[in-house]
Each structure stands twice: as structure tokens, then as C-alpha cells.
């Protein structure tokens, strides 16, 4: 049983380029969700979803978007990349209140 | 807009010291709390939280939670160097689908 699993778990990329983060559970969990952690901020939701074809804005939503066509994939896109998301991502799911998390993916753009 | 605030941001403590971490928030329509420890990589779960007063308990580690006075405790007892890591509060409010408003996290260290 995986839990959440990231991908990539690093990744360099150059301003303006686009790129896409997948999360995927296999806990048949409803709610997936896309947070950002920065040092001094804690972390932040990005986006979510409540059930598969769904995607709602969370705290930090500008720059990123969303897709979630299966229910055990929640996809982060970044269109145009920007030195200021520049973050560690962290993916996570839950069916009620607990949630699970990914390992984090580590973003650096130069 | 809701909000979680934690304190102290950063703890350092010798080994077999008590630590009380500290979170408060402002949210609307509170469902719950929950404290996750963060070391190298992904949050971990450590309680969740609904009802004012009932202690959670796990080994060394309890947490209470004041619904009055909108705040929760972390304690840890008898601290040991493996207890450093981030100690994250979140908070679930709304509609319950919305995600968990995190605090910034208390940095604890504990020294040999």
C-alpha cells in the first residue's frame, strides 16, 4: 500500500518554462489537495478537490492549475514557471479529516 | 480569514526536558485540530482533535484542546534527540472539504 506518492520528487526548471506535478493515492480517498511549503510560512493550500472531475481555489492559487480526470490522480501544472514558486510541494488526501501526505516535491526556479 | 497561529516558532531544549507547544487560531465554523510532525520530509500525524478537554495521549507525547479559549497544547515529556522536527498545528473549518489552515510550525531541537 504506496499511500501518496509524488512525482518527480526534484526538479530544476528554467523561468517560463511549464511543467506538471502528479500526485497519486490509492486509498480511494475523496478529497486530494496541492499544498506549498515555504520556510517561515508554513504550509499553504494551493488548490483541491472534492471528488474526481473537481478542483476548487485554495489560499495560493495564482500560477498553478489544476486537474483531477481520475480519482486517484490530482495533477499541479505550472504554465509559466517563476522564480517565486520556488517551494517545496506536498500533496495530500483524505476521506474525512486525517490527512495523508506525499514526500514532497523539491521546485527550484532559476 | 481563518488563522493558526503557533508558538514558540523555535525550541531548543536539552534531552529529558518537558516541552508545551503552543496553538491558537481564529477560524469560522471549527471542525477540528490537528498536530502533524514534519523531520525531513512529509507531515506525519501525530492527533486530531474535536472536543474541548479530552487529553489525546501517544507514548510521551499528549495534546489537549480548548474550544473556549481557542487553543490546543502540545506536550512532549522526557524529550529525546529523535523528538527534533517541526511540530505543525492545522485547523479544519467550513465545509470540511476545504483543506487545513496550517500554522508556521515550532522548530523544536533537542540538544544531547
Known amino acids: 500500500n504506496a499511500g501518496v506518492t509524488q512525482t518527480p520528487k526534484f526538479r530544476v526548471l528554467k523561468t517560463g518554462q511549464s511543467m506538471t506535478l502528479l500526485c497519486a493515492q490509492d486509498?480511494?480517498?475523496?478529497?486530494m489537495y496541492w499544498y506549498r511549503q515555504d520556510p517561515g510560512m508554513g504550509l499553504r493550500l494551493i488548490h483541491y478537490?472534492?471528488?474526481?472531475?473537481?478542483?476548487a481555489k485554495g489560499e495560493v492559487p495564482d500560477g498553478y492549475n489544476v486537474s483531477r480526470l481520475k480519482k486517484q490522480n490530482f495533477l499541479l501544472g505550472l504554465e509559466s514557471a517563476a522564480p517565486s514558486q520556488t517551494s517545496v510541494y506536498f500533496c495530500?488526501?483524505?476521506?474525512?479529516?486525517?490527512?495523508?501526505f506525499g514526500q514532497g516535491t523539491r521546485l527550484t526556479v532559476v | 480569514e481563518d488563522k493558526v497561529v503557533q508558538s514558540p516558532l523555535s525550541l531548543v531544549v536539552h534531552e529529558g526536558d518537558t516541552v508545551t507547544l503552543n496553538c491558537s487560531y481564529e477560524v469560522t465554523n471549527f471542525r477540528s485540530l490537528l498536530w502533524y510532525k514534519q523531520e525531513k520530509k512529509a507531515p506525519t500525524f501525530l492527533f486530531m482533535l474535536?472536543?474541548?478537554?479530552i487529553e489525546k495521549k501517544s507514548g510521551r507525547l499528549s495534546s489537549i484542546l480548548d474550544k473556549k479559549e481557542l487553543f490546543s497544547i502540545l506536550n512532549i515529556t522526557a524529550t529525546q534527540t529523535g523528538d527534533s522536527a517541526v511540530y505543525l498545528c492545522?485547523?479544519?473549518?467550513?465545509?470540511?472539504?476545504?483543506?487545513?489552515?496550517f500554522g508556521k510550525g515550532t522548530h523544536l531541537i533537542i540538544q544531547p
Open positions: 492545522a485547523v479544519e473549518a467550513g465545509g470540511g472539504a476545504d483543506g487545513l489552515t
Open positions: 478537490s472534492v471528488g474526481e472531475g473537481t478542483t
Open positions: 474535536t472536543s474541548s478537554g
Open positions: 495530500a488526501s483524505s476521506q474525512s479529516t486525517e490527512a495523508f
Open positions: 486509498m480511494n480517498h475523496e478529497y
